[in-house]
């Protein structure tokens, strides 16, 4: 006989069965289990979400993330638990829990075999201090660490496409980990690359903020100012050129000839950087100028329309008399010009049309491999890899060339994924 009141006994009852008969005791136990058993579950989930971080410079680690077997192990101990609790009902809410759980967990596999690939190309580069000749990782205990991920996968319940994924992401790390064989320099430049392009797209040196007309040439003139951002840039192009100098010393010609292109892309950015730095003050004041009228236009404000003659005769006067030198600077002022007038007119203009946008392999070959815009966000560069690796993966696509596909899509996004984590608050 149940030792609780009968008009609670559903509660604690499974209604297909009479066996379970719990004493208020019983009861009392089974809970105290259920909140060890959830607060668990709560540890493990947030040791998922945490980011290991360099104890120096609190960033991301690219060499530390928590092995999932450890997690594994709790996740064991939970199911054995679970001998504890009595009611059917409860049992299977909370292996539900733990179920959902544990498809987070294996995906944990990504970064922690990347956090080991890295190790790897960190210790076999040549243009690495090592601590010692310690071999931190190697080549077999890798390839272990991708057949302990496959071999988690059978165990959960997660459908087929969800499968492919995983299948694609360790993929993925499966072409980086064998660039960084084919190539032990490719490690230390993809490190230097991401520090150089996050310096370049993060810099504020051209991003001047509104400035009446009155206080453009006092704003300009501010010799500190300018001073700082020549040493700014002389540093920016040590970088470029200690770039350079890593791919002089690549051994794959195929590699070494896609780093390249790469690192030639960057110089020319910090290239751009310098001419606007030594461009006269006055093509930098029409800049400011122009971007100012194109905001009033956009809102509606009114507009000194007598303004848009005043700086295309000042533009047309600077193009008879330069050199040259200038050439990129006019065109965009040309292009900022155009589109103030189309504004004017009421025409609708394409923001992007119009936005600096150098065509170099260093940068715009990852989106263009995705096909996204250069300003897409991290969900739609997600999205747009998933797209493609469920299309072009050999599991699914049995053409001669989907494998080669799927390498130059696994490199753009991998350069993508780099991208926004030193230029993003979040990480992909």
């Known amino acids: 006989m149940p030792k609780i009141p009968e008009g609670e006994w559903s509660k604690y009852t499974d209604p297909e069965s009479e066996e379970y008969s719990p004493t208020t005791d019983d009861l009392e ?25 360099d104890y120096f410079t609190d960033e991301e680690s690219k060499f530390e993330a928590t092995d999932p077997d450890y997690f594994w192990e709790q996740l064991g101990d939970l199911h054995r638990s679970l001998s504890k609790i009595g009611d ?14 544990e498809k987070e967990v294996y995906k944990h596999y990504i ?3 990347d ?30 660490y991708f057949d302990q991920a496959m071999a988690v996968v059978p165990r959960l319940k997660i459908d087929e496409d969800e499968a492919l994924d995983f299948q694609v992401e360790l993929d993925r790390l499966q072409e980086k980990f064998g660039r960084y064989k084919k190539e032990p320099f490719l490690f230390t430049f ?19 903020p509104y400035i009446e007309p009155k206080q453009i040439d006092r704003a300009f003139d501010d010799e500190g100012t300018h001073q700082k951002n020549l040493e700014y840039i002389q540093e920016l192009q040590q970088r470029a050129t200690a770039l350079m100098q890593i791919v002089e010393h690549m051994s794959d010609p195929e590699t070494k000839s896609k780093c390249e292109e790469r690192a030639k892309s960057l110089q020319a950015r910090v290239d751009y950087l310098k001419m606007r730095l030594e461009a006269p003050r006055e093509l930098l004041a029409l800049e400011v100028q122009l971007n100012e009228m194109i905001r009033r ?23 008879k008399r330069q050199t040259g030198e ?30 600096f946008n150098t065509e170099y392999a260093g940068i715009n070959w990852a989106w263009g491999i995705l096909g996204v815009k ?15 690796s469920l299309k072009y993966h050999p599991d699914k696509n049995k053409d001669d060339s989907a494998h080669e596909r799927m390498i130059k899509i696994n490199e753009a996004y991998e350069f993508l994924r780099r991208y926004f984590k030193h230029n993003t608050s979040e990480a992909m």
């Open 88 to 101: 059917p009902t409860l049992k299977k809410e909370i292996e539900a829990e733990i179920s959902r759980t």
């Open 115 to 144: 956090s080991k690939i890295n190790i790897y190309g960190w210790q076999n580069s040549p243009a690495e201090y090592h601590y010692s000749d310690k071999v931190f990782i190697t080549e077999e205990e890798l390839l272990a």
């Open 190 to 208: 993809e490190d230097k690359e991401e520090e150089l392009q996050s310096e370049l797209y993060r810099s504020q040196i051209n991003e001047y």
């Open 374 to 388: 250069r300003d897409a966000t991290k969900a739609e560069v997600n999205q747009a890899y998933r797209r493609l």
């Open 297 to 319: 236009i956009s809102n509606k404000e009114e507009v000194d329309t007598s303004l848009i003659d005043e700086i295309k005769n000042k533009l047309s006067a600077f193009e």
């Open 29 to 53: 136990k089974e809970e105290k289990e259920k909140a060890v058993i959830y607060d668990e579950l709560a540890y493990i989930q947030g040791e998922i979400g945490r980011k290991e971080r």
């Open 111 to 113: 970064p922690f075999i």
């Open 326 to 355: 200038f050439n990129d600077l006019l065109l965009r002022l040309s292009k900022l010009l155009n589109k103030a007038e189309r504004l004017y007119r009421g025409e609708v203009v394409d923001e992007d049309e119009d936005r």
